[in-house]
């Protein structure tokens, strides 16, 4: 991705921990949970690996097509899966923009291509970019919100938070809101 090299440091630096915050939920999850982790671990590392800044690390030109098929298996994995449920949507969507950027950033001469480094305009397709971007940027909204602390009724028990080994449904919540925002941050320096 294309941007300034300390903003690209600290997009790596967020997806690494994120990916292995997932690593360490997977461990503590089982079943369905479980899967999602490892598919969000699997995001995190994806994302800091393509978001390495360019002056310290030309992708040779064939990883844009590796990227590609892995996040391309991914999207056909969640597509199987958002058959039994609509919540596998959000991760189908994420590995189908992953599948974009790479595919983006893979053609030669497009405006956001990697390889020569010269983008002056918007990567890939402005219409679809922007629709990410509004997907994500909602999302973004939307978790941040859930996030927000309630308020305890006078008298009553405290809000149930979970404190599991894996660190409760607002940490995980948090991961997934990271991603997000770094998704946002990718997208808008296609």
């Known amino acids: ?17 994120t990916g292995v915050y997932c ?12 899967r999602a982790a490892g598919g969000e671990a699997v995001m995190g590392f994806g994302m800091a690996s393509m978001a390495l800044p360019a002056a310290v690390l030309t992708p040779p030109g064939w990883s844009w097509a590796v990227y590609a098929a892995v996040f391309g298996a991914a999207a056909l994995h ?20 992953m ?17 020569g480094h010269t983008a002056t305009g ?16 909602a999302y973004v909204l939307r978790a941040g919100t859930r996030l927000v602390p309630v308020a305890a009724p006078a008298g009553g028990p405290a809000p149930a938070g979970g404190a599991d080994r894996a660190g409760g449904p607002e940490m995980t919540l948090a991961c997934r809101l990271s991603m997000a925002l770094g998704m946002v941050a990718m997208l808008v320096t296609l």
């Not at 918007?122 to 940027?137: D, N, Q």
């Open 99 to 115: 599948v974009y950027m790479a595919v983006a950033m893979a053609v030669p001469g497009a405006p956001g291509a990697h390889a």
């Open 122 to 137: 918007a990567g890939g397709i402005p219409v679809l970019t922007g629709g990410l971007l509004l997907y994500y940027a």
């Open 78 to 97: 969640g597509l199987l899966a958002a058959r039994h449920g609509g919540r596998h949507l959000h991760h189908l969507v994420g590995s189908l923009a």
């Open 23 to 34: 690593l360490l939920r997977m461990r503590a999850c089982a079943g369905e949970e479980r």
């Open 1 to 17: 991705m294309h941007g300034p090299a300390l903003s690209g440091w600290l997009l790596v630096a967020l997806c690494a921990v």
